[in-house]
């Protein structure tokens, strides 16, 4: 081909290309590229995390049965009590803060993603099925984690169940991808040293040279913006997620800024002023169910044993301060006040359980119950809680009593407790 009808080719190509960013390219797409290899196995591994922290050997991670997914279940550790608040701060943080990022990734190889034929051999096909398990996977979970920190179950499917299952889509695609791009990634990287790119104005932006792998635009357009205003524009939208965000976790003054909360706005006043994941009156939980008449059974010894709160109240009391984390990301640490579960075990003529079946008083709801581990019912700081802040809990945090757990994922944290049955095996 001589040059006159290649310069002729190009153009018809280029009047049919609609995208003809200058910025487009290996190097642009490599960075975004760089943080997203760093950061989304954070994401996925702290996801992965939370499913074993919810106690599958159990039967009580959602989805239930994952067939051949399960998952090597260990013990979740108590120590530190700040361990799951850690893992879901991450995973939903770092989920949210890595938007901006993944859409401008996408952004930068859009081009590529619509090639037409979409694949020439039977090498590019099962690459072409990667990218779209990539690209379908993430974007599933990060719409789905999205709705449903929000609290819109505006699908007809379990969340737990989708994004287990999609993050295993996302996970094979990403896999297949690295191997395939990390040597192209390497070599965009080094095509332009980064220090020369933040030196560089918008007008001296030049389009990086043309390669048929359709990143970079046979005719481009002059640049509006340099390749450092890109990267600016992308990590301030990075900053911006993370400050709506950062606030649920962080709490102090961040919490103002917070919007991305809506359990923030349930509260409850005084010393129990701190989130509601579900008052007692959306749970079904009746004065009558939790006055008077209200007594702790535990089971699992020799015989029943009952007690009614005053009962309680007059045993020696552990305080201790341990956050609630809930899956959803935000957390909260308060001072809780009550009776050791080790305790309760002890008084029920089981000293030493295998695990313990926690019941609420509750009847709806799919977090009515919880089995807690061995080293959960063992830890001194783990209470049948009857107080919080010095005072008496507040109905909507789970009056008369409720379990709290150091590391315990929040679900598990059961309100309105009714019985504890202390299992040996
Ligand atoms: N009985 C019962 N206990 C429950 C729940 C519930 O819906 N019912 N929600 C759980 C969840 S998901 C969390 S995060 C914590 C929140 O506790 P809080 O509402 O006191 O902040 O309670 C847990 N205990
Ligand atoms: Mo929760």
């Known amino acids: 081909m001589d040059d006159g009808k290649r310069r002729a080719q190009r153009s018809r190509v280029a009047r049919s290309a609609p995208f003809r960013s200058p910025l487009r390219g290996l190097w642009l797409t490599s960075a975004f590229g760089a943080v997203l290899l760093v950061t989304l196995p954070i994401v996925t591994i702290t996801g992965l995390l939370s499913y074993i922290a919810y106690g599958p050997q159990f039967g009580q991670a959602i989805p239930m049965d994952v067939g051949r997914l399960k998952l090597p279940t260990f013990d979740w ?11 879901q701060g991450l995973h939903v943080g770092l989920g949210l803060v890595l938007i901006p990022v993944v859409l401008a990734k996408l952004w930068s190889v859009i081009p590529r993603l619509f090639a037409w034929p979409p694949a020439r051999s039977i090498a590019q ?11 379908g996977g993430i974007l599933f979970e990060i719409i789905t984690g999205v709705l449903n920190i929000q609290y819109d179950y505006i699908f007809g499917f379990s969340f737990y169940t989708a994004h287990y299952f999609g993050a295993w889509v996302f996970i094979a695609g990403f896999v297949v991808h690295l191997a395939i791009k990390i040597p192209r ?14 030196r560089t104005k918008r007008v001296d932006t030049v389009p990086e040279r043309y390669q048929p792998d359709g990143l970079v635009s046979v ?3 002059p640049p509006t913006i340099s390749r450092r205003g890109a990267l600016a524009l992308v990590g301030g939208g990075a900053l911006f997620m993370a400050v709506i965000t950062a606030g649920q976790t962080i709490g102090g003054i961040t919490r103002q800024t917070a919007l991305l909360l809506p359990r923030g706005r349930t509260r409850g006043s005084g010393p129990n002023d701190f989130q509601v994941n579900r008052t007692a009156g959306a749970a079904g939980i009746t004065a009558d169910a939790t006055g008077q008449r209200w007594r702790l059974t535990l089971t699992g010894g020799p015989a029943p044993v009952v007690f009614d709160r005053e009962t309680l109240a007059a045993m020696p009391q552990h305080t201790a301060r341990l956050p609630i984390a809930c899956v959803e990301g935000w957390s909260t640490t308060e001072t809780w006040t009550g009776v050791p579960l080790r305790e309760l075990a002890r008084l029920a003529g089981v000293p030493n359980p295998a695990s313990a079946f926690v019941r609420s008083v509750e009847r709806r709801g799919a977090f009515n119950r919880a089995t807690l581990q061995a080293n959960q019912v063992a ?23 409720r379990i709290i757990v150091p590391a315990l994922p929040g679900v598990h944290n059961t309100k309105w407790v009714a019985s504890i049955d202390f299992r040996t095996a």
């Not at 550790?77 to 893992?87: G, I």
């Not at 099962?126 to 690209?135: A, T």
């Open 77 to 87: 550790p108590t120590d530190p009590s700040w361990l799951y608040r850690l893992n």
């Open 125 to 135: 096909l099962l690459e072409r099925i990667s990218l779209l398990m990539l690209v």
């Open 185 to 198: 990634m390497l070599t965009g990287l080094r095509s332009m040293p980064l220090r020369d790119v933040l």
């Open 219 to 221: 005719d481009p357009s």
């Open 379 to 401: 830890h001194p700081d783990s209470l049948l809680a009857l107080r919080v802040n010095d005072a008496d809990l507040s109905s909507d945090h789970g009056f008369p009593a």
